[in-house]
Nanobody
Framework: QVQLVESGGGLVQPGGSLRLSCAAS????????MGWYRQAPGQQRELVAA???????NYSDSVKGRFTISRDNAKNTVYLQMNSLKPEDTAVYYC???????????????WGKGTLVSVSS
C-alpha cells in the first residue's frame, strides 16, 4: 500500500509563511503528478499547485506569485512553500500523488489525510 503523510500546517498571522511537506511511502515504482489541494469550510476541494515528474507546474490563480511547489523525486516528497499568507488561504491542505506500482502500472491517485492551515491575527 502507498501512504502519503503531510506535515507543516499550523496557525500563522496574515503575511506570514509556512512550508508543507508530503512524503510518499510504500512499494512505489514511479510517481507521476504530485500536488496540493485545499478545502475550506463549506467549499469544494480545489487545486492549489501540481507538478509533473518532469517539472511542469500548474498553479491556481489565487496563489500565483505567493506559493511555490517543489519536489524531490529521490525522496518521493513534494513541498509547498507558502508566503504572504492571507486569511482566505485558511483550509485543510491535502497532498495528492499519482503513483505507479507493480499492481497499478497506469497509476492510481492517492491522498493524504490533510493538514490544517489557519491564517488569522
Amino acid at each position: 500500500q502507498v501512504q502519503l503523510v503531510e506535515s507543516g500546517g499550523g496557525l500563522v498571522q496574515p503575511g506570514g509563511s509556512l512550508r508543507l511537506s508530503c512524503a510518499a511511502s510504500g512499494i512505489i515504482f514511479r510517481i507521476n503528478d504530485m500536488g496540493w489541494y485545499r478545502q475550506a469550510p463549506g467549499q469544494q476541494r480545489e487545486l492549489v499547485a501540481a507538478m509533473t515528474s518532469g517539472g511542469r507546474i500548474n498553479y491556481s490563480d489565487s496563489v500565483k506569485g505567493r506559493f511555490t511547489i517543489s519536489r524531490d523525486n529521490a525522496k518521493n516528497t513534494v513541498y509547498l512553500q507558502m508566503n504572504s499568507l492571507k486569511p482566505e488561504d485558511t483550509a485543510v491542505y491535502y497532498c495528492n500523488a499519482n503513483v505507479v506500482t507493480i499492481m497499478s502500472p497506469s497509476g492510481v491517485d492517492y491522498w493524504g489525510k490533510g493538514t490544517l492551515v489557519s491564517v488569522s491575527s
